[in-house]
């Protein structure tokens, strides 16, 4: 009897360290998988993303609850602004049951956008299926940037001076491209809203691609510039807030020009897509009261 459960406690050490041995595998397998697609998002490598990707790919931007489909997420790779130097894998722990994974990812970004350079951490979790034809391929996945203390003078200074990039972008993009420009420079969700003099003008993002539309069949030529100071008021990593005067010209199908100053704040999100004005508002210099 002693022998045999000798016996049993052997094979039961054995099938443990033999178990433990697959979900170290089976680890580290969906990890190299899950740093293959880290290199192709960081090379615009599309054509790898989608054969990681299944057909019905989901992908949740945490910071904004908005939803993507495979389609849209390979467009949004495919016309990424920022340049992502590095995509690392910190770590990953994963939990399978069969044929269905899921892991949750610590990934560090180190990106560059307008000429300024950014890091950032971002915890992922990722969904992972598996068949018999294709092996694992990615189902869907969530990601959060963890929430932080204020960041440090150096972290704020190179955020403001990303902003400040970006608001210069913005100012040449329009002028050169007009309205329409403004498309690759709002948040595209339910957070976006712009105000104007005291009243709502967009209360959505798609209120205000509707006016977008009506601006570029209006409008032939615009200049906006902003003054010598944009004041960038870094709030947390990847959000500040943002205020600058400015003057704009505008001239319409008809001919007739308008010449514009006032005051122009906002804030400004930095997206999967790169920073975005999350919201806006412009106030217009009036002319001076009437003296009585």
Do not use: C
């Not at 908005?66 to 340049?83: C, F, G, N, Y």
């Not at 807030?241 to 308008?258: C, I, K, L, N």
Request: aromatic share 8%; charged share 25%; glycine share 8%.
């Amino acid at each position: 009897m002693r022998e045999a459960f000798r016996a049993f406690l052997v094979i039961a050490a054995l099938g443990a360290a033999g178990f433990g041995s697959r979900a170290e595998a089976q680890e580290r397998e969906l990890g190299n998988l899950y740093q293959r697609l880290l290199d192709a998002f960081r090379t615009k490598d599309t054509a790898t993303l989608a054969r990681l990707w299944t057909e019905g790919y989901l992908f949740t931007d945490g910071a904004t609850g908005r939803l993507s489909t495979k389609p849209e997420r390979l467009q949004i790779v495919a016309e990424l602004e920022a340049r992502i130097d590095t995509l690392t894998l910190d770590s990953m722990t994963v939990r399978v049951d069969r044929n269905l994974a899921v892991g949750s990812a610590l990934v560090r970004e180190v990106a560059t956008e307008h000429g300024t350079r950014s890091r950032q951490q971002i915890r992922a979790t990722v969904v992972f299926v598996r068949s018999p034809r294709q092996g694992w391929r990615i189902a869907a996945t969530h990601t959060s940037v963890p929430r932080s203390e204020a960041p440090s003078p150096a972290d704020a200074a190179a955020l403001a001076d990303s902003v400040r990039a970006f608001m210069g972008a913005v100012a040449r993009e329009v002028t050169r491209d007009g309205p329409a420009a403004w498309r690759r420079q709002f948040a595209d969700d339910a957070a976006f809203f712009m105000a104007a003099e005291g009243r709502l003008v967009f209360p959505s993002a798609e209120a205000a691609s509707r006016g977008i539309d009506e601006l570029a069949r209006s409008i032939t030529h615009i200049e906006l510039r902003w003054g010598e100071r944009v004041q960038v008021d870094p709030l947390r990593p990847g959000l500040a807030a943002v205020a600058a005067p400015y003057t704009e010209v505008r001239v319409d199908t008809a001919g007739r020009r308008v010449d514009e100053s006032g005051f122009f704040t906002g804030v400004a999100e930095h997206r999967a897509e790169g920073w975005r004005l999350r919201n806006a508002h412009w106030s217009v210099v009036g002319p001076p009261p009437a003296v009585r």
